[in-house]
């Protein structure tokens, strides 16, 4: 993919941006007064229930401390007894955390139901506020005249089919093609495109996406996509509603970002390229048709079992070549974990794509590399590393490496070329924002996420 394929950033207008910014520091010191009220709340229940609260919360930090310690060795040993002792002790863990909350929560039932919706809301606002605070430049579309949309069938267990996905955007005006075995993907949205569609659509997986959105960036046109996947990281990142796929077509009637795109050796992905332990599974033959079930057999024995090097090399932020990497995972825009919520992705337009590199051999070593990605924490570098940076080159000797591209397996030839494309694909996203689920509420409880709420507050 070359240069010319490829629009660069358009600049905002100045009222475009302004309003943004204004909205999201008055989301911030919203967000930064709840937070006071659940630190006065949580004070006055620690004074009610006379230091109960303490033991309670020091007990119940043990206990998950320890179950998931408990939870990891029964993921990683190789003995059958020690996997199941360690199991039966995450189950009394448990059992003794619900005793134990609910014992507190009929105490001191006023105070903890205070403490829930001061809390709720506050989340919520620092969700609010950051959404807004790092959104892509979004403006108002005008509706496509001849939508076109790619319709895999087979994703998510026909989960199209289920929800009457097809007839719902012939119903908007939406041309439809439902991919069929031996369908040229790339041929049919070019096609498309030809024929005067104004705006290229797919609903699918994570894996069906790159190839439309590159025919969309190469044509300039309107990008969207309707989650009918198993997953749908990226449209959850987008912020759309995954339990709603037909919601997804308000964006022929909503608004456009721009948002980043990654290409390795030029071929485009949305989410990320993956070398190493998840590439080999999705390389299994038997993943694709039951990929639950053939990663519960594959995994825990790639985990188990000292796996060789990948046999790639990748120069390090230190200027160390690292040759010994077992799983390299290149990301287009960094994730960062959330508490009680998958890695996810903050933002979709940073211009840098996140490296990870896991050297580690033991399941200790393994567990504390994963702890803190995304954290920007330092560690061992014998572990691991991970940076962020437009661009990234991966040798490997044998010439060629099997990778996962958006969880599709692929080989790719050496060296591998990695870059980040910034703003490159116009996204149509819906007016509205998606309904978070119950346990996002409590995800930005993270002094990181009040660290960044605060800089937003003060416009750093």
Same mark, same amino acid.
């Given at each position: ?5 490829? +629009? ?20 911030? #010191? ?35 401390? $320890? ?13 059958? #007894? ?105 041929? /049919? ?37 309707? +989650?009918?996947? $198993? ?73 188990? $079992?000292?796996?060789?090097? /990948? ?69 061992? @570098?014998?572990?691991?590393?991970? #940076? ?49 689920? @119950?346990?996002?509420?409590?995800? +930005? ?16």
């Amino acid at each position: 993919m070359n240069d010319e394929d490829l +629009p660069q950033r358009a600049a905002a207008s100045p009222v475009a941006v302004t309003w943004p910014r204004r909205r999201s520091r008055v989301l911030a #010191w919203v967000t930064l007064a709840l937070l006071a009220l659940v630190a006065a709340a949580v004070v006055a229940l620690l004074i009610l229930s006379e230091g109960l609260l303490v033991l309670v919360v020091a007990g119940l930090s043990v206990a998950v401390v $320890t179950a998931a310690a408990a939870g990891w060795w029964a993921f990683t040993t190789r003995r059958r #007894w020690k996997r199941r002792l360690n199991l039966a002790l995450v189950a009394v863990l448990a059992l003794g955390v619900v005793v134990t909350v609910a014992f507190f929560s009929v105490r001191f039932a006023g105070g903890v139901i205070g403490l829930a919706v001061l809390t709720v809301a506050y989340a919520e606002a620092a969700r609010r506020t950051l959404r807004a605070a790092t959104a892509g430049a979004a403006a108002p579309a005008a509706p496509p005249d001849r939508p076109w949309l790619l319709v895999n069938p087979n994703s998510g267990g026909g989960k199209a089919a289920k929800v009457g996905l097809v007839d719902a955007a012939r119903e908007r005006g939406v041309e439809v093609h439902a991919l069929t075995p031996g369908d040229n993907v790339e041929a /049919l949205v070019s096609a498309a495109a030809d024929a005067g569609a104004d705006a290229v659509g797919v609903a699918g997986g994570d894996g069906s996406l790159g190839t439309v959105a590159a025919v969309a960036m190469r044509r300039r046109l309107p990008f969207f996509c309707v +989650p009918t996947g $198993t997953r749908n990281h990226f449209a959850a990142d987008l912020g759309l509603d995954r339990t709603r796929p037909l919601a997804a077509l308000d964006a022929l009637d909503g608004i456009e970002r721009r948002i980043d795109v990654g290409t390795v050796n030029g071929r485009v992905f949305l989410n990320n390229v993956s070398l190493g332990a998840y590439a080999d599974l999705v390389h299994e033959q038997r993943y694709r048709d039951n990929k639950l079930d053939t990663a519960r057999a594959v995994l825990p024995e790639m985990v188990r $079992t000292e796996e060789p090097p /990948l046999g790639v090399s990748v120069r390090l932020p230190s200027g160390e070549v690292c040759a010994d990497a077992l799983v390299v995972l290149v990301a287009n825009n960094p994730y960062g974990p959330q508490p009680m919520e998958r890695m996810a992705r903050r933002s979709l337009d940073t211009g840098v794509l996140q490296v990870s590199v896991l050297r580690a051999r033991t399941g200790a070593q393994i567990g504390a590399f994963i702890a803190r990605m995304g954290r920007s924490r330092g560690g061992d @570098p014998s572990s691991g590393a991970e #940076w962020t940076t437009p661009e990234l080159t991966l040798q490997a000797p044998a010439g060629e490496v099997r990778a996962a591209v958006d969880g599709e397996a692929t080989v790719l030839a050496a060296p591998l070329e990695f870059r980040s494309w910034p703003g490159a694909l116009h996204v149509l996203v819906p007016p509205g924002r998606r309904r978070s689920r @119950p346990v996002e509420l409590l995800a +930005p409880l993270h002094w990181r996420t009040m660290s960044d709420v605060w800089k937003v507050a003060l416009a750093r």
